[in-house]
């Protein structure tokens, strides 16, 4: 199964660009990248996907290596609600489906 | 709309007893999941239904059951508990199970066993 590593936290200040790194060495070139977050007490949430280009949305951007063995997830201005516990998922599908989660990075924002 | 919603939000078994959790969706998704978070761990997969009338084991299946009513709910059965199933239950909902689609997931069941 291919694999994700992220840093167990990181700190960002209010109205800062957070970036969120992710590795994935051993993707193959069928996985789709997924991050999810995980507010405190809460299910987790959809953040954005992609599959070989840079994606964007109205949460956040999503930055992909063009080996793909590692991508970025970009908050562009960090808020107090942005503190979370964020998910690099690597969508596989060998036999079983399932998302790998991981334990992920806890995001510390500070005011 | 109010996503995926899940009951009970708290309960606590002792060793032995049974249970099922409920979950429902209202988005017209085809496939629906069962995952379990321990402390400090990231969600492992129990099992999945692809579409209405399948159902399989994902990672960590051994203790459940489940059950997919129609398109709408997926329970999930633990016949016997055990202290291991200690833990917060998220059930969740995609479109399909293709590998593009995003999981919604419902606010959790959480769950003690004594």
């Known amino acids: 199964d291919a694999k994700t590593t992220q840093p167990n936290s990181m700190e960002s200040n209010e109205e800062e660009p957070v970036h969120l790194p992710c590795n994935h060495s051993?993707?193959?070139?069928?996985?789709?990248i997924h991050w999810y977050r995980q507010l405190p007490s809460q299910g987790p949430e959809y953040v954005i996907h992609g599959l070989t280009s840079n994606v964007n949305n109205r949460m956040a951007s999503l930055a992909i290596a063009e080996d793909r063995k590692s991508s970025t997830l970009i908050l562009h201005r960090a808020t107090l609600r942005d503190a979370a516990v964020y998910y690099c998922i690597l969508r596989d599908w060998s036999g079983t489906y399932k998302y790998i989660f991981g334990t992920g990075t806890r995001l510390k924002v500070l005011a | 709309n109010a996503g995926v919603t899940q009951t009970p939000k708290f309960q606590v078994l002792k060793t032995g007893q049974s249970m099922t959790l409920q979950c429902a969706q209202d988005m017209n998704h085809n496939s629906m999941y069962w995952y379990r978070q321990d402390p400090g761990m990231g969600l492992r997969l129990i099992y999945y239904s692809a579409s209405e009338g399948t159902t399989d084991k994902g990672e960590v299946p051994n203790g459940y059951n489940v059950s997919r009513l129609n398109k709408r709910e997926f329970s999930l059965r633990l016949e016997s508990a055990a202290p291991s199933q200690t833990s917060v239950y998220f059930c969740?909902?995609?479109?399909?199970?293709?590998?593009?689609?995003?999981?919604?997931f419902g606010p959790g069941t959480r769950l003690t066993v004594t």
């Open positions: 051993t993707i193959s070139g069928t996985d789709y």
């Open positions: 969740a909902s995609s479109e399909t199970a293709g590998r593009g689609n995003e999981q919604y």
